[in-house]
């Protein structure tokens, strides 16, 4: 079983369309969680951390359910900027502290 | 201020030459880390310095691959010899310290062992 689950996508919208991405790990003792975007052939980029009371940074809202071991994005309004691979990323214990292990990433296309 | 930078951003190399990769963290960053994505697979860790030091190499796949971080600046990673498996992307990465958690990605080296 991978470490990071997520559903590859793609996940194609209408602009101003509301997405949701799911990711489920399996370490409990994970620490620190993430939502990175990578572009096609960028590099991952650090969307917004992820916190058990939920977090919000604009169109972009996070939560964390750390007994069922789920962590959400949800993007509202969505542009076609939006469209990227969406990473969810764990930090923890498993092998060593600062170590992030990665989902396969979910695929985002807005189309117009 | 200036990203993490890594050298070269693509390489085609033989099965069983050595290619050198090299990462320069941002300035002032003590921990380095190395990761890779195979084609199809999820990015993977390979090692994280502590300055000089390696903190952790648990990723490591095996002993043709080497890194280091003379001085605590920047990181070398070296493959030899390199085998068709290890083609991939190698992705740098670096962040201040352990309680600021954000990792800074660099640009990623492309690699192609044919």
């Known amino acids: 079983r991978k470490e990071v689950e997520q559903d590859p996508g793609p996940f194609n919208v209408p602009e101003g369309a509301t997405v949701a991405f799911n990711c489920t790990y399996s370490n409990s003792a994970s620490q620190s969680f993430f939502w990175y975007r990578q572009d096609c052939r960028k590099e991952p980029k650090l969307l917004m951390s992820?916190?058990?009371s939920g977090n919000e940074d604009g169109r972009f809202t996070a939560q964390l359910n750390r007994a069922s071991q789920y962590i959400s994005l949800l993007i509202r309004d969505s542009k076609l900027s939006d469209s990227a691979t969406y990473l969810c990323v764990v930090k923890g214990l498993t092998g060593g502290g600062n170590k992030l292990t990665f989902g396969t990433g979910t695929q985002l296309k807005v189309e117009l | 201020e200036a990203g993490v930078t890594q050298f070269p951003s693509h390489s085609v190399i033989e099965k069983g030459q050595t290619v050198t990769l090299r990462c320069d963290p941002i300035s002032g960053h003590d921990n380095l880390y190395w990761y890779r994505r195979v084609m199809g697979k999820e990015i993977k860790f390979l090692l994280h310095?502590?300055?000089?030091?390696?903190?952790?190499e648990s990723g490591m796949p095996n002993n043709r691959f080497l890194a280091e971080r003379t001085g605590g600046t920047y990181s070398t990673l070296k493959v030899q010899p390199a085998e068709l498996e290890d083609s991939g992307v190698y992705f740098c990465a670096s962040s201040p310290d352990r309680l600021r958690e954000t990792q800074y990605f660099g640009p990623g080296t492309r690699l192609l062992v044919l």
């Open positions: 992820v916190y058990s």
């Open positions: 310095f502590v300055k000089e030091s390696k903190q952790d």
